[in-house]
Nanobody, 123 residues
């Protein structure tokens, strides 16, 4: 079992930055892939990015160059730094972990999910 808790969401204006955190427990963190997804009202859940144990990252086209994933293995935490935020980034953001160590872009590959944190970007 893996427990994930997101934090850091909030209300910001266009162009601002936010850093989301995902604290993990229940499994050796250094072996854990962590993905981020987001879901806006009336929209499908969307892949944001994922980070492997070795720091390898992949991002969706919509956030590449603006969002950066990092991890602190000593704190069992993954960070999603979001810069130059846009109104279309408004969504509930979820971190998730797959059963296998694979940096998938598909939500069905992720078994464990956090409760989500709301990010609202006003224009």
């Amino acid at each position: 079992q893996v427990q994930l808790v997101e934090s850091g969401g909030g209300w910001v204006q266009t162009g601002d930055s936010l850093r989301l955190s995902c604290a993990a427990s229940g499994r050796t963190f250094t072996n854990l892939v962590v993905g981020w997804f987001r879901q806006a009202p009336a929209k499908e859940r969307e892949f944001v990015g994922t980070i492997k144990e070795n720091g390898y990252t992949r991002y969706s086209d919509s956030v590449r160059g603006r969002f950066t994933l990092s991890r602190d293995n000593a704190k069992n935490t993954v960070y999603l730094q979001m810069d130059n935020l846009k109104p279309e980034d408004t969504a509930v953001y979820y971190c998730a972990a797959p059963e296998r160590s694979w940096p998938s872009m598909y939500d069905y590959d992720y078994k464990y999910w956090g409760q989500g944190t709301q990010v609202t970007v006003s224009s």
